[in-house]
């Protein structure tokens, strides 16, 4: 039986080594390998495209290191299993990210008088308003957290119309994108969302990065449009791949981290664990944990 991973990412908590290969080989006799196989009948990792799909026509069996999925269309004739745990990070990631602009530690400078302007700005929890769009396990732990903090929080479900919330809300301090990429997210944000946040609105990416129009973002914070963003993905990542998203380095009302929301001291270890208890099932004839498909 040949797996399949690229479980290779952008920290080294995602390098899967070769010791872990060699004891999932021999535990299970299997055979992992880190080259396509028109052979691989179990998909490992987080980098699927339907271009994969095609060049490993005898797969059987995705499994995704995290909770969300993007450049592939799920199969129907494919088992789809994901880690709902890797999500635990991102919500928090989230959080660290509204504290940052929250008490201002994205402007300050050696120039005291440049913070000073940002006092007004800065708010007790319980004045906090944000808005989640997208409530699966990330926006769930998020609003948890939330919560927990007397921070107030309103949701966008896909069910919602999120430019009617944003018109008859325009009070928003922080609206937090934790969407997947599917055909309906796929530039859910663009100039016509962004208007509606207000000018004191900061904009927090810990979803994907094909749900923001980067061209319409990059347009909105060189205007002063909304008061900032917080991003931790980009369309095209490494991000000086992505011309849009390298035009939105140049601008000082921006933060941008290299997609490590979810990374964690024991994220490797969810990883393999989450893998593994369901390849020991898969042998089994077993129903698989965390079916998405």
Not at 34 to 49: F, Q, R, S, V
Not at 236 to 257: C, D, Q, R, V
Request: net charge positive; proline share 3%; with cysteine.
């Amino acid at each position: 039986m040949i797996i399949y991973t690229d479980l290779h990412n952008r920290t080294k908590n995602y390098t899967l080594p070769q010791n872990v290969i060699k004891n999932i080989n021999y535990n299970f006799n299997v055979k992992i390998t880190t080259e396509i196989d028109p052979n691989a009948e179990i998909y490992w990792g987080d980098k699927l495209t339907d271009n994969h799909l095609k060049q490993m026509p005898n797969l059987k069996w995705i499994h995704l290191s995290k909770t969300g999925y993007g450049k592939f269309n799920l199969p129907k004739n494919i088992s789809v299993t994901n880690t709902p745990e890797s999500s635990n990070g991102v919500a928090e990631y989230a959080l660290t990210g509204i504290l940052y602009l929250l008490r201002g530690l994205n402007k300050m400078t050696l120039d005291r008088k440049t913070f000073d302007s940002n006092i007004e700005y800065i708010l007790p929890f319980n004045k906090v308003k944000c808005l989640i769009v997208g409530f699966g396990n990330i926006g769930q732990q998020l609003k948890k957290l939330l919560s927990s903090l007397g921070i107030h929080n309103d949701i966008v479900t896909k069910n919602d119309n999120i430019e009617y919330i944003l018109s008859n809300n325009l009070d928003y301090n922080f609206i937090i994108n934790c969407l997947p990429f599917n055909g309906t997210t796929q530039n859910y944000f663009s100039s016509k969302t962004f208007n509606l946040m207000g000018k004191n609105a900061y904009f927090i990416n810990v979803g994907r990065g094909e749900t923001v129009n980067e061209n319409d973002l990059y347009n909105t914070l060189n205007n002063n449009i909304i008061r900032g963003a917080f991003l931790d993905v980009v369309q095209n990542e490494p991000i000086l791949n992505s011309i849009n998203a390298t035009k939105l380095l140049s601008l000082n009302n921006i933060f941008i981290s290299p997609h490590i929301a979810n990374a964690l001291v024991n994220s490797l270890d969810t990883q393999i664990e989450a893998f593994t208890d369901n390849l020991l099932k898969y042998k089994n004839n077993q129903s698989l944990n965390n079916i998405i498909l």
